[in-house]
Nanobody, 124 residues
Framework: VQLQASGGGLVQPGGSLRLSCTAS????????MGWFRQVQGKEREFVAA????????QYANSVKGRFTVSRDDAKETMFLQMSNLTPADTAVYYC??????????????????WGQGTLVTVSS
């Protein structure tokens, strides 16, 4: 099973970007999915999560109201729509998948598979 995150790039402050996460080797339809991010030299932190059926979402306080996580199971893809970006959002963004039901979706060790990361740079 491989996860592939894409959509990163350079964006100006206040701009928007949409990240995608696709899976190969196995369907992600029954997986709980999450997004994390990491700034060089710092620990990876939780960004957002979505339940296997899309009914439940969770966000870090720092992105609440600006980011939206969604999934399109027909396309085997999860998305992270990011708006009103600030330089503090600059990081490598990783998608992750949990086969079971996470007790706490914001914990990294709840996830079984990880993508390779996509770099988001917010700068003028």
């Amino acid at each position: 099973v491989q996860l592939q995150a894409s959509g990163g790039g350079l964006v100006q402050p206040g701009g928007s970007l949409r990240l995608s996460c696709t899976a190969s080797g196995r369907t992600l339809k029954t997986w709980h999915m999450g997004w994390f991010r990491q700034v060089q030299g710092k620990e990876r932190e939780f960004v957002a999560a979505i339940s296997w059926n899309g009914d439940t979402t969770q966000y870090a306080n720092s992105v609440k109201g600006r980011f939206t996580v969604s999934r399109d199971d027909a396309k085997e893809t999860m998305f992270l729509q990011m708006s009103n970006l600030t330089p503090a959002d600059t990081a490598v963004y990783y998608c992750a998948a949990a086969i079971g039901l996470p007790a706490n979706p914001s914990y990294q060790n709840e996830y079984d598979y990880w993508g390779q990361g996509t770099l988001v740079t917010v700068s003028s």
